[in-house]
């Protein structure tokens, strides 16, 4: 399997403002997990399971806001600019990510408030971190 084709797993939490209400979250976990399917993705999932754009009302409402994905590498650096863009879109919205790969583990929230070219500085921060051993040589 070449370097591009490794899969990473990130497990999302949107974050609001308190005064949100469990028919808000769901409604926006459903428009974020909509606006991922356009992404090159290879899983979206729910704490319950795979996610289903119709019904949801068997989740329990303290996981909605929870998403596990999974990710070719060479689609993280998109993945990234768009979870950056989401969480900029309303005040107080936030997504704290945690993305692992052959053991290691990095923790990172957005929004992050970087210039463009921060923003790329930092997400190739990233993925070099997230790189094999194997790869690096």
């Given at each position: ?19 949100l ?107 070099d ?9």
């Amino acid at each position: 399997m070449s370097s591009t084709q490794e899969t990473i797993d990130m497990t999302l939490q949107i974050g609001v403002g308190e005064d949100l209400d469990t028919d808000d979250l769901n409604l926006l976990t459903r428009a974020l997990i909509s606006e991922l399917e356009d992404l090159p993705l290879e899983a979206i999932s729910t704490p319950s399971g795979s996610v289903s754009q119709s019904g949801g009302k068997g989740l329990d409402p303290v996981t909605w806001g929870a998403l596990g994905i999974i990710v070719i590498q060479a689609a993280l650096p998109k993945l990234l600019e768009f979870l950056q863009a989401w969480s900029l879109r309303e005040q107080g919205r936030v997504i704290k990510t945690k993305i692992q790969r052959d053991g290691l583990s990095i923790d990172v929230e957005y929004p992050l408030t970087l210039s463009s070219e921060e923003l790329k500085r930092h997400i190739q921060m990233l993925t070099d971190a997230l790189k094999t051993e194997e790869e690096k040589h």
